[in-house]
C-alpha cells in the first residue's frame, strides 16, 4: 500500500512539474519566440610579459 502512494505521489510530481507544450532548443526556438540578445564576447588580450623572452 505504501509503493502504491509513494507511485502515485511521484506520478503526480512528474506530471505537475509546470512545463508546458513542446520543449525546443535555444538555437532554433519555434517562430514568434525573441531569444534575449547577449553582449558579444570581446576577447582580453594576454598581458605584456617582461623582457624575459627577448634574452
Known sequence: MRL???VAAMA???GACGQR???Y???NP???VKPEKRDTYKPVPYPR???????
Not at 610579459?49 to 634574452?55: D, G, N, T
Open 4 to 6: 502504491l502512494l509513494i
Open 12 to 14: 503526480l510530481a512528474a
Open 21 to 23: 507544450g513542446p520543449l
Open 25 to 27: 532548443l535555444r538555437d
Open 30 to 32: 519555434p517562430a514568434g
Open 49 to 55: 610579459q617582461p623582457a624575459e623572452e627577448s634574452k
